[in-house]
């Protein structure tokens, strides 16, 4: 004798409005429930949750996400801005060390930096002579 399965059984759909879905999207990213436990709480399914999940994040980026040009031009001159920062500090490093004459900057800083250094102390004693 075969074991007969029991019948499948049929889901139903139900239309989730906007405003729910935003609730329990925001109840999610907030850290107050599971997708899991709002599955269960709310009847919707997760993969319908995750679905929203991944949509509401895009959209949400789309809002706060500035362009990539903005990006761009933002990123390039907090470079500039640090590279000047650099530059005037290897200037008080190499005015120093020619103050005191102690090569700090060979002890304790990379070879690239040290070596921009030393070659700021060369250019400041030929200007001086």
Request: charged share 40%.
């Amino acid at each position: 004798m075969k074991d007969r399965k029991p019948p499948c059984r049929k889901t139903s759909y139900k239309k989730v409005g906007f405003d729910l879905k935003l609730l329990i999207i925001d109840q999610i990213q907030n850290g107050q429930i599971s997708i899991n436990h709002a599955s269960e709480k709310y009847q919707v399914s997760r993969s319908s949750i995750d679905y929203w999940l991944k949509k509401y994040s895009t959209l949400e980026q789309k809002k706060l996400g500035m362009s990539k040009k903005d990006e761009i031009k933002k990123l390039k001159e907090r470079i500039e801005e640090l590279e000047f920062v650099k530059d005037f500090q290897q200037d008080i490093i190499a005015d120093m060390e020619l103050i005191t004459g102690v090569d700090m900057s060979k002890k304790s800083l990379p070879k690239t930096l040290a070596d921009e250094i030393e070659k700021k102390k060369q250019d400041r004693l030929k200007e001086n002579g």
